[in-house]
């Protein structure tokens, strides 16, 4: 044939495509399915309707191709899973010369150059793909023919061929027209994004709480575990909480979390008080009634660091985590319908375990999680310690959970001029108000999982120790049973040395009436200790959280509490709330 200007038909022949092609008309996906594709959608698959397609698909050629699932990869591994160009078939380590595209393949790549391997020497050429896939590397094949025709004046093709290859973009003609308009669509978003984005290494997150709540109490007064009483039914309120995630990461397996917050709240002798801004946490402060979205930390209406923490992974299976305002039950005692407030139970016993975590809200320590070989069963271990960023030993004690005032209340009181200073005992990062927390988590499914837990460490120079248990139970996918349970011992307290005891169990039924529902029912005990009160104190909470969309949930919930405070003449308290949370 003599060298002459080529209409599209004629440019994207060559000799190599009679037998490829003609397999692949004959038999649908065949080996330029396995042999193209695979060298640019390596493992990355793509359906039709997916958002995820390459953004510059266009700009990747068959002779460079990078592996595309390095977008999803962390940066460590992405750097190392490009694509190396292959100029023999040996070098590829999984493909033998039995292999019936073995030839095929030799010819793709000691002649044209066209095929590309993974830096350890493999080809991975089984696997499945999409339509849109096969035109995506066809396309991208011919590009590198026009690259071999604008550079060569023999072995030109012949005329079959060309007939051979007019069918082949006749019948994927507008798969071609529909990647390219997707294509070009996602290019001009890419940019637009890149263009716009907040950071190369931060993802922005955010959350608002707002609940509105009501509440009051049967009989003449109610008295608290301190004596305080209260004889006027409290008002209505709304209780808020506004926070900000920054995620940070620079390898693709570590994470940096800042969290600013900001809640409702007041102060009470200067310091912050949480959770007495809803009526169920006004009425009775200490045992765990009061919602634990609204305490968690105590705040006053100001903006303050809530998280600040780095977590990385040595290995697959160990992650550890670091930092100055880390809080423990963020990665212990999870249960699936009974650990976040935003989502399920308000009800702060109801949260984690009440006197499992005594030093609870953000804290100075670290957090190693193992999960070996990926498996059934992870261990985890805590060090939390209160007040970390003082080195003396005055000045009151943030990070305790609210029973520990009725415990050590001399700790909780204003220094009086010339007495020793109180709170009593060191601070700083190993000071007398820290804890020590393990826990062994056994799953072997979604449907089920034991945790087993201890805990021990001093609170203002008194040691305390406790161990407990955690269960959940799914059945049918939708309906689950879970509990808590604990039993510890706190010395050196305003009652003596004491013995409480925690419980708490419930029932949960998720999609009810809509898909991505959750309803819950639980009732617990939360400090039951025989030197505190006459009685048993009994929470009970039901609620229902009805998703409008993805990032905005409303829930409410009704709170009944009896014998508050372990007090038993106290009338019942009665609360309702209206959760909403946005997320975004």
């Not at 350890?120 to 339509?131: I, K, L, V």
């Not at 030993?393 to 009181?413: A, S």
């Not at 062994?440 to 945790?451: D, G, I, Q």
Request: net charge negative; charged share 15%; glycine share 8%.
């Amino acid at each position: 044939m003599k060298k002459q200007s080529l209409s599209l038909d004629a440019l994207i022949a060559n000799k190599f495509q009679q037998k490829l092609l003609n397999n692949c008309l004959a038999g649908g996906v065949t080996i330029l399915s396995f042999l193209l594709l695979n060298t640019v959608l390596n493992t990355y698959t793509v359906s039709a309707e997916t958002t995820d397609f390459p953004t510059n698909f266009s700009s990747i050629k068959i002779a460079d191709s990078v592996n595309l699932e390095s977008a999803k990869q962390p940066e460590s591994e992405a750097n190392t899973s490009e694509m190396n160009q292959v100029t023999n078939v040996n070098q590829l380590s999984d493909v033998q010369p039995t292999d019936w595209a073995f030839q095929a393949l030799q010819s793709l790549v000691e002649r044209y150059g066209c095929i590309a391997g993974y830096p350890n020497s493999t080809f991975r050429g089984n696997r499945a793909m999409t339509r849109y896939e096969f035109a995506a590397g066809l396309n991208a094949c011919l590009e590198r023919v026009n690259e071999l025709i604008a550079t060569a004046t023999n072995n030109l093709a012949k005329k079959e061929d060309l007939e051979t290859l007019q069918k082949l973009q006749e019948e994927f003609t507008a798969e071609l027209a529909t990647l390219r308009g997707r294509v070009d669509t996602l290019e001009a978003k890419t940019a637009e994004l890149e263009a716009n984005q907040f950071s190369t290494t931060t993802k922005l997150q955010g959350q608002v709480i707002i609940s509105a709540n009501t509440g009051g109490f049967s009989g003449d007064r109610i008295i608290d575990a301190t004596g305080r009483q209260v004889t006027r039914q409290p008002n209505a309120t709304i209780a808020f909480r506004a926070g900000i995630d920054l995620n940070t990461s620079f390898s693709g397996t570590d994470l940096l979390k800042v969290r600013l917050e900001q809640g409702s709240g007041f102060d009470e002798n200067g310091q912050p008080v949480g959770g007495k801004d809803n009526a169920a946490g006004f009425l009775e402060p200490f045992f765990g009634s009061a919602l634990d979205y609204s305490i968690n930390p105590p705040t006053s209406g100001k903006l303050e660091l809530s998280r600040l923490y780095y977590s990385f992974a040595p290995t697959q299976d160990l992650n550890i985590s670091i930092g100055p305002a880390i809080r423990a039950a963020d990665f212990m005692d999870f249960n699936s319908y009974a650990s976040l407030s935003f989502r399920d139970f308000g009800t702060q016993a109801f949260s984690s375990n009440y006197i499992l975590f005594p030093i609870n809200f953000p804290s100075g320590g670290a957090l190693i999680s193992w999960k070996p070989g990926n498996g059934a069963l992870s261990i985890r271990a805590a060090y939390a310690a209160a007040d970390v960023f003082n080195p003396g030993d005055e000045g009151p004690i943030n990070g305790t959970l609210p029973f520990t005032q009725v415990l050590y209340p001399n700790d909780f009181r204003p220094t009086v001029p010339g007495s020793p200073p109180s709170p009593r005992g060191s601070r700083g990062l190993f000071g007398d108000t820290y804890q020590g927390t393990v826990e062994v988590e056994y799953a072997p499914s979604r449907n089920f999982a034991l945790r087993l837990q201890y805990a021990g460490g001093e609170v203002f120079t008194n040691h305390f120790d406790a161990i407990a248990a955690n269960v959940e139970v799914t059945l049918a996918e939708k309906f689950g049973i879970f509990g808590r349970y604990g039993y510890s011992n706190y010395n050196g307290t305003a009652f003596g040395d004491i013995s409480p005891n925690y419980w708490m169990a419930g029932i949960a039924m998720r999609d009810l009436f809509t898909r991505g529902s959750l309803a819950g029912f639980a009732v617990g005990q939360p400090f039951i200790v025989a030197e505190i009160g006459d009685a048993t104190q009994t929470n009970y909470e039901l609620f229902y959280n009805y998703p409008f969309s993805r990032n905005i949930q409303v829930t409410p919930a009704i709170q009944i509490i009896e014998n508050a405070g372990n007090q038993g003449s106290n009338g019942t308290i009665y609360s309702g709330s209206l959760r909403t949370v946005f997320s975004f």
